[in-house]
C-alpha cells in the first residue's frame, strides 16, 4: 500500500522556484532548483541553503536522560558542557547501524537529538523500546520542527546579514538558543557539507519567513542532488549507503565516534570491540579511478575476477575532478594503495583504494 | 522549451537518428540533455561494435544518475564522436550538432518504426 507523500512546510517555495522535485524518505523533496554543480559549487565557494526540514528531532528529557542517551549512542555526552553538539550513533546489539544522528546537550538531563528522515519511526520505536528501564521522557518532536542549513565559507556573515543572526560565538559542533519574536529556535555550527555552516530548527512559520529573507537576498537554495556530492567528497557517511542494519561503526571506519571506554559502554560495544580487535569483515574504502566512466551505488568492486565488495556511494567528483567512490570490500583487499577494478556496465575499470575524504573539509574550529 | 529539428527520426527514449545515405548518425534530444542536467560522462561502444534497434549501446550520464542509451536502428558503429571523451558537456551545449555514435545503417526500414519531429514533439508534450 503507498504511504501518503510528505512535505516540508517549504514545499510550496521548492515549486514555486521551479525545483525538481522527487520522493526522498518519504518526503518530497527539491533534488535540484538550476543544477547540482552550481548548488555545489555555491556551497563550496559562498553559500547556498538546504532545506532538511525532512530531519527528525526527539528531545529526551527526565532524570535519567544523560545516562540513556549515553546507553544508547556511542560517543560520549557523561558530563559535557550544554551547549555541545556530538556525533554519533545508534546501534544493534550486533553492532549494526540503527541510525547516525547528532545529540544536542540543551540542559542537564535535556538532550535533543535529530536523526534521518527515513529513520524516524524506526528510531522512536527504537528509542522507547530502550528508554523502558530509564526514568526518561521520549518526545518526538518531528512534527513542529522545520530546519534550513546555511552552508559555505560565507554562511556566518550570510546569517547575520539576512537573519539577523550572530553566530559568530559559535565554534565548531556547539549551539545556542536564541528568543526571536518570543520562540525559542536553536542555531548550531554543524553541517553535512565539509564547508562551514549552520543549522537552524525553528517552527514553520520562522523557518518560512527565513527562507524568504534569504532567497530575497540572493542566496542560492541547495537541493538533496548536491547536498549528497559535497557530504560525499568530504568522507562523510550516509544512512543506507555507508552505514545500515549490517554495516557497524566499525566497519565503516567509524570507530573514532564509539567512545569504548565510556562508563556504562553502550548497546552494540561488545560487538564493534570484537571487530575493532579482530578485524571486520567487510571494510568501507575509498576509490579513485584513472578513467571517466562513472561508479555507482551497487556497481562490483572486483580483485582480479573475484568480486570483493560494491559501491555504495560514487560521483564523477565536482570538486575533485575525478571518478571517486566509497565502497565496502573485504578487509584484506582494503589497503591504501591496493589495486582493484569496479565493474561499470559491461566493462571492468582499474581503482587504487584511497582515503575517503577525497576533498579537505573547511570547518571553522 | 526545447529544440525539435525536422527531418530526423525520433525514439520513444529520446534519441535521434540523423540519416545522411547509408549512414545514421545517434545522439540524445535536446529534451533528454535538459532533462538529465549537466553531462559527465558518455560511455560510448567501439567502432566496429554492431548495435541492434531498442538494445543499449551504452550510456550518458549527468552527475546524479546513468541514463542508458538505446539504439533507434540496428547497424555497425564506424564512428564515436571522440570530442565527447574530453568534453561530454558538448551534448548539453547543443545535443543534436554533437551526436554520439555514426553507424552504418544494416535496415532502413527501421526507420518507419520511429516518430517524425512532429510526433516526437507531443509525445513530450511541447
Known sequence: MAEEIKTTCLHDKHVALGALMTPFAGFDMPIQYKDIVTEHNAVRNAVGVFDVSHMGEVEVSGPEAEKFVNRIFTNDIAGAEVGKVFYGMMLYPDGGTVDDLLVYKMGENDLFLVIN??????????????????DVKVDNQSDYYAQIAVQGPVA?????????????????????????????????????TGEDGFEVYASHDTIIKMWDKLMADGVQPCGLGCRDTLRFEAGLPLYGDELTAE???????????????????????????????????KKLVGLVM??????????????????????????????????????????????????????????????TVVKKRFYQPNYKK | MSKIIEGLYYSESHEYVRVEGEFGYIGITDHAQHELGNVVYVDMPEVDDEVTAGEEFGAVESTKAASDLMSPVSGTVVEVNEALE?????????????????????DTAELDDLMDAAAYKAMIGE
Open chain 1, 290 to 351: 584513472k578513467d571517466k566512466a562513472i561508479p555507482r551505488h551497487g556497481y562490483e568492486v572486483l580483485d582480479g575476477d573475484k568480486v570483493v565488495g560494491y559501491v555504495t556511494t560514487g560521483y564523477r567528483g565536482i570538486s575533485v575532478d575525478k571518478s571517486i567512490a566509497f565502497a565496502l570490500v573485504d578487509r584484506e583487499v582494503g589497503a591504501l594503495g591496493n589495486e582493484l577494478s569496479i565493474r561499470i556496465r559491461k566493462k571492468v575499470f582499474p581503482a
Open chain 1, 117 to 134: 528522515a527515513a529513520n524516524i519511526d524506526k528510531d522512536v520505536a527504537w528509542i522507547n523500546e530502550q528508554a523502558a528501564a530509564f
Open chain 1, 156 to 192: 556566518e556573515a550570510q546569517m547575520l546579514k539576512s537573519l539577523g543572526i550572530d553566530a559568530s560565538d559559535l565554534t565548531f559542533y556547539t549551539f545556542k538558543k536564541m528568543q526571536l519574536d518570543g520562540e525559542t529556535i536553536i542555531v548550531s555550527r554543524t553541517g553535512y
Open chain 1, 247 to 281: 554495516i557497524s561503526p566499525v566497519m565503516a571506519t567509524l570507530s573514532m565516534f564509539c567512545k569504548f571506554d565510556k562508563e556504562g559502554g553502550f548497546i552494540g560495544m561488545e560487538a564493534c570491540a570484537k571487530q575493532k580487535a579482530e578485524g571486520s569483515a
Open chain 2, 86 to 106: 574530453d568534453e561530454p558537456g558538448l551534448i548539453n551545449k547543443d545535443a543534436f550538432e554533437n551526436w554520439i555514435i555514426k553507424v552504418q545503417l544494416s
